[in-house]
């Protein structure tokens, strides 16, 4: 069997050194002997060298995760890269995954992980670390369940809380809104508390910036 191809690249040099040294002990794993540590070194290593898979830190000085992904493929549109990371979350995954990775893992998995992913992705697979996978599907799950509460609140919002909101957006006081809706003030304040309420803001500007932002209302 073929040996795979395999570059490090760590913006601290020791530790991209002993994971190297640690992955070379796997009898299908060739470790190529450069460890870059910069952003931009990593990219000019990994196009020369074109290794099987490249395993590259997220956190590179000058080009981080994402950008150093996009700039690798787009001289070597087919080079298989494994994102590492100490630190991280569903944004950083999803970004290294939509810039062309071929995988992302955390720094604290065992070595023996590493080498399998390695091996998966030269296998055309798309490893993420499980526990990682879910936490982002779990935070993404929320976000959307989040959007659709506030959709739905501000879908709530009646013609004469629209009214009040645009009169809110110029700056009218409760009087004024009042005089120019034919309406008590008191009526007026209790549309301004529910629009806070579907807006899910805690003020008046807050609530217009809101609406303005999801197309409620817009400047004249």
Known sequence: MDSIGVLVGDPQYLMADALARALDREADLAIIEEHPT?????????????????????????SHGPAAVRAIRASVPDQRILVLSAVSGPDQVRACLQAGAAGFLPKSVPVTLVAEAIRRAHAGENPVFKARLERMMTELSRRCLEQDIRVE???????????????M????????????????????RGHIHSILRKTDAHNQLEAVATARREGLIRDE
Request: aromatic share 4%; proline share 7%.
């Open 153 to 167: 609140r501000l879908l709530s919002l009646t013609p004469r809380e629209l009214a009040v909101l645009r009169e």
């Open 169 to 188: 957006s110029s700056g009218r006081s409760v009087p004024d809104i009042a005089r120019r809706l034919s309406i008590r003030s008191g009526t007026v």
């Open 38 to 62: 910069g952003g931009l070194d990593v990219i000019a290593s990994v196009i020369r060298h074109r290794p099987d898979v490249a395993v590259i830190d997220y956190w590179l000085p000058g």
